[in-house]
């Protein structure tokens, strides 16, 4: 698997033609998937191995993409540790009792032998989808301590944070405990699944960009590093990944990673003018040329290759995720233009 040329432009080894998969790939977008769920809610679809195994398979399946992202959620290690939270339609994750107190930290439960226990069910949903991707690497995926802990904190879907962000200002000490907690949840998911098969991981910050950048050091970067430390020492990528978080490249890798994912809003060529030399880059394709014509779309692609030309390596993705309404086909089709490229030429 170390060979697979993914793996490789994530190791900063550049390939001739470019690798691509797509964050949210397995999911709302395809048929088959809304088939297979038909009855069943999220959450419980990531804890059923089967199921899992077969939606992060599905994508690989259709549009012959270079990796396969492990169906999961941001919020299932909490409810795997014992927390009551469920994901509703049209809203998202909504916790049954919001941590806004010291109480509500004292109560979290202890991440012992319970909780490595209750993990089994993702160790056997990544073993199942290995061997049915054979030699196509399996991403690892885990939420960051930041967005997790801000979902726990405003109880669910925010659009400003101001609950968390008044936290860890008016009682740093507390948030600390809070994040970190986080911080080991979603380490030992991400161990689990890197020590089950998967060949990298990433962790997503889908909150992040509302921090300054003084704010994310003093307050997540040592969380987000704790996160990435339970993988430091296993033989796999690490990328971090923020939305909105073009200000943030350069502390979001000084906390562990080793590539960085870029989200539409900066350019790959500005992004490697900021980032160190030779740090390997994913992205950056605009969701919204999903919905453009076929000429746009493959503009685009070009655009994005071209600036992400001069990286050590770059691995091909949205700026974010796909879209629910987006038309499989469109991305069956991106992918084969990408692997037409000579990276070379770009």
């Known amino acids: 698997m170390a060979d697979a040329s993914l793996l490789q432009e994530l190791r900063g080894v550049r390939a ?8 949210r790939q397995a999911g709302r977008s395809l048929p088959e998937y809304r088939s297979l769920r038909e009855g069943t809610t999220m959450l419980d679809s990531c804890v059923r191995p089967d199921m899992a195994a077969e939606i992060t398979v599905q994508p690989v399946r259709r549009h012959r993409v270079d990796a396969g992202i492990f169906f999961s959620d941001i919020v299932v290690p909490a409810r795997l540790a014992g927390l009551g939270v469920e ?16 109480a509500d930290i004292d109560a979290l439960p202890a991440l012992g032998d319970r909780y490595e226990a209750a993990l089994e069910p993702i160790r056997e949903a990544v073993r199942l989808t290995v061997a049915e991707l054979g030699t196509t690497p399996l991403i690892g995926f885990a ?22 962000r008044a936290l860890m200002r008016s009682r740093p ?9 986080v911080a080991e949840l979603s380490g030992r998911f991400l161990r689990a699944q890197v020590l089950a098969g998967a060949s990298a991981v990433q962790l997503f910050d ?8 003084d704010v994310y050091r003093t307050h997540v970067q040592a969380h987000s590093a704790a996160t990435l430390a339970h993988v430091a020492d296993l033989p796999v990528p690490r990328i971090h ?8 490249l350069t502390p ?4 562990g990673a080793t590539a960085i994912g870029v989200d539409h809003r900066l350019r790959l060529d500005r992004a490697l003018g900021v980032l160190p030399a030779g740090t390997p880059v994913q992205g950056n394709i605009d969701p919204a040329v999903l919905f453009t014509s076929e000429e746009a779309r493959f503009a685009e692609a070009r655009s994005v290759l071209t600036a992400g030309a001069g990286a050590s390596g ?12 987006t038309d499989p086909q469109v991305l069956t089709d991106l992918v084969a233009f990408l692997h037409a490229q000579d990276v070379r030429r770009a």
């Open 16 to 23: 001739p033609t470019p690798s691509v998969w797509f964050m």
């Open 87 to 102: 994901i509703q339609p049209g809203v998202g994750p909504v916790f049954d009792h919001p941590v806004r107190t010291e």
């Open 143 to 164: 939420g960051a301590p930041f967005t997790v802990a801000s979902y726990m904190v405003e109880g669910g879907p925010s659009r400003d944070h101001l609950r968390t």
């Open 173 to 181: 000490e507390l948030w600390a405990r809070l994040a970190a907690w």
């Open 206 to 213: 889908s909150w992040v960009g509302s921090l300054g950048e």
């Open 241 to 248: 990944f923020g939305v909105g978080a073009a200000h943030l």
């Open 252 to 255: 979001m890798l000084e906390a």
């Open 314 to 325: 770059h691995v091909v993705n949205l700026g974010h995720g796909v879209p629910p309404t």
